[in-house]
């Protein structure tokens, strides 16, 4: 048996671990997180205050506090079993970076004691110089800081019973320039919870704290056994199979969606849940996606830049917890061809005080700023769809947009045949030409309830409006969702500002619910274009989008194109989010990202088929020869069928060559990407076929309908 077969073997004989129950998880929950009760615990009153306030508002952290706040924080986390702490990071590589220092300190006297200074705690200094910079900074000038985001309380984490105190952290170079994720976020609620503010103030609603960005991200996932996976190097270096010809069977019956879970993966997600509990994430949702083996996991949405944080968080667990059953998690967008790939579904809101400004409510007034905030995203993502679209660019994600169970690459937005319907009457204005033969008239009438129950939504939208928030659905399963949701803040910023200098600047006596309907109005004559009710996926779509002007950027050289241009640099300019140098060195560290990913796929494509496509298709037609022997000395014919078939095998063989080659020397020669891209194309075709024409004992890489079902 070949260690394909043995794996199976295997597997088939392994127990579900038994999973002690949930015990009491609602005390369990943040136990592990020092978070606001264990710091009133551990810090002095005035102490405590100050933090808080500093939490609450983002100032700067007072420094003659720093002392006292970071030895609460040590002496918590050894309670727990720490030794170590580390600044906690979110690099431009897309993952989080993390480099450990224990609390030990050396005294004059030979001592050893444990120690952690308010400088520890405010400040790292981890060597940057390995990081991406796009040319921000030249290695010889290496250095970069972490400073804390107290936004963002330290946590636990826990490995194999190893205890490291975490501290999230922005990442900067010493001149200033960006050189992370979390920077840019924060910038970007900043200027949108101002610009907010500023526009809620215009409605007389005047509010002590600022407006809330909300996150909620829904994760899906893969799950295979760990025993293929080890026999997989194209999942263990790419994400993804380069190879494999999908199952007879795999999501066509629609059997898996929603379908019960399977006892040890449950195991699994209740061995997750508990963990991200632990970490004071909200995990709320678990159950099994569209395609066989995959899976998703939904927590509560938190304010975004923590909630983005524990989505990094919950991307680890997975693949920690992954790793503890037996299994491997694949975060790729598209692991494998012809069934489902993974995407994470941003959904997000604004909130200021107690009113979420994409709730419609049931008073007028309510409705009012609820319009008002609709049409401000209508115009935002119109105007910078490029930008959104950039924002979740990638290798991977490449697979997924556009194939025909993901949003096209085509960004337009779904509102819903109700408000979309209400969006219509505004435009009207008092023209009585609406569906219900009424005009809404802002400010005095009272918009219907509108449905937001499952059955009505439209699962082909990449922005999708979900009764109280939008759901961007474009997000790629293995990224950040920092990207998204600082481009979203912006443009949405932009539109807030807009509307609310307009407003101010109307004249004391104008009727401000006239003038802000004809407002309205026209900026929905304006950006209608990108509102789509209709299938995503079909090709009338693509049609009619390009008549519209809208951008189709289908891959990620294209895509992350819109950072080079003026209007978009002048945009993060604008708001202080990015400055030019910033968007220029992303759009080179993607695009170098880009290639490299494509460089090592096409590299790797050549090696499986050389030492593992080649040699088995090789072998079997051995085999066939041996029979073709036998068959002659039965008396058997050269034109047998046997004979036939051996030729066909044999004529595969050379054409895998022959393509391997090309491939090669297209590598060699540094060739065009999309080239390197077909031809990897073409040697998966042939070698996806001859899958199902080979000896299964001689197959040596572990094939779909394995991977995908035994478990
Ligand atoms: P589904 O989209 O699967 O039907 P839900 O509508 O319940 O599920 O919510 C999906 C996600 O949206 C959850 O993570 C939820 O917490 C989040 N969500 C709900 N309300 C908001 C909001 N106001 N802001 C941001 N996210 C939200
Ligand atoms: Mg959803």
Redesign the pocket.
Known sequence: MNARRIAMAEIADTNTPEIEEGGNFIEEFGCDVFGINTMSEYLPKPVFKKLRETMETGKALDSSISDDVAHAMKTWAMERGATHYTHWFMPLTGATAEKHDSFLETCANGNVIARFSGKNLIMGEPDASSFPSGGLRSTAEARGYTAWDPSSPAFIKRANGVATLYIPTAFCSYTGEVLDKKTPLLRSMQVLSAQAKRLLKCFDKDFEGGAKV?????QEYFLIDRRFYVQRPDLMQTGRTLFGAPPQRHQQLEDHYFGAIKPRILAFMADLDRELWRLGIPA??RHNEVAPAQFEV????EEVNLAVDHNMLIMDALKRIAEKHNFACLLHEKPFAGVNGSGK?N???I?VGDI?L??PGNDPHQNAIFLTSLCAVIQAVDKHADLLRSAIAGAGNDHRLGANEAPPAIISMYLGEQLADIVEQIEKGQAKTSKHGKTIKIGADILPELPCD?TD?NRTSPFAF????F?FRAAGSSQSCASPNIVLNTAVAEAFDEIATALENLPKNADFHAELQKMLSSIIKKHKKIIFNGNNYGDEWKKEAAKRGLPNLRTTPEAIKPLTEAKNIALFEKYGVFNRAEMLSRHEIFLEEYERKIGIEAGLSLKLARTHIIPAVAAYLKELGGALETEKMLGGTKKSKAAAYAAKISARLNSLIEISDNLETQIKKAEKLPKIIETMAELRKVADEVEGEVSNELWTLPKYCEMLFVY
């Open positions: 909300t996150l909620g991200a829904e709320k949702t939904a927590p509560i949405f579904h959904n997000w809101s909130s979420n994409l709730n499952a939504r979900t009764g109280n928030k759901e």
